[in-house]
């Protein structure tokens, strides 16, 4: 896993190196855009709303939030990512912390009607998954909704699939998402696969 340091080193690339994985449809950002589109236009049902956003990154999702009138809460690893969401976001409210610890503690303090992650929980084991998913729950509102962006399988058999495929590119210090394992802690987890290696999960 990359730590703090190396993230601000990447930040200022990031959305380029994304940007090429998705065009050419490799793993590991292959659906990236439709990802993205799909939870922007899920959230935009609430007139708005309150998201926090889990890693957020350079802001890439969040801007187009903010700026169609979403409340932005975040919290990310990175400061240098932080700075350059800043920059799009005066008026969010972004902390720095490393979400394996959990949630920082301003952000504790509020309800959510939508809680996202989009590449990010990756970096987290399956049971510290677990364990913060059911962490943020007790942070939406009423109707409230989890979606999570990332890597991710309905099936162990597909995420192997997929490594096959991806030989020597395969990241092997990421963790990604297994629907039908994780359903043995969430049975009401729905699933949509956006390419052979992206997929929406969403959790109310």
């Not at 990154?57 to 800043?86: E, H, N, P, V």
């Not at 309800?111 to 729950?137: G, M």
């Not at 409230?144 to 597909?158: L, M, N, P, S, Y």
Request: proline share 2%; with cysteine.
């Amino acid at each position: 896993m990359l730590n703090n340091i190396e993230f601000d080193l990447w930040a200022d690339g990031y959305d380029k190196t994304v940007g090429i994985s998705d065009e050419e449809n490799t793993y590991p950002f292959a659906g990236y855009k439709k990802v993205l589109g799909f939870i922007f236009q899920t959230i935009m049902r609430v007139e708005n709303a309150v998201v926090l956003d889990i890693g957020f990154g350079t802001g890439t999702l969040t801007t187009k939030l903010y700026k169609r009138g979403c409340s932005i809460y975040g919290q990310d690893f990175s400061s240098r990512m932080i700075a350059l969401a800043s920059e799009k976001m005066p008026n969010a409210h972004l902390y720095q912390g490393d979400f394996s610890k959990g949630l920082v503690e301003p952000l504790r303090n509020f309800r959510y009607d939508y809680i996202v992650a989009t590449y990010s929980l990756h970096h987290l084991t399956d049971a510290q998954k677990s364990d913060f998913l059911l962490d943020l729950r007790n942070h939406l509102k009423e109707n409230g909704k989890i979606i999570i962006g990332d890597v991710a399988f309905e099936t162990r058999k597909d995420l192997e699939k997929c490594k096959l495929k991806a030989g020597d590119t395969w990241d092997n210090d990421e963790i990604y998402f297994v629907v039908e394992e994780l359903r043995k802690d969430f049975p009401s987890l729905s699933f949509t696969q956006m390419s052979d290696c992206a997929g929406i999960l969403i959790l109310d």
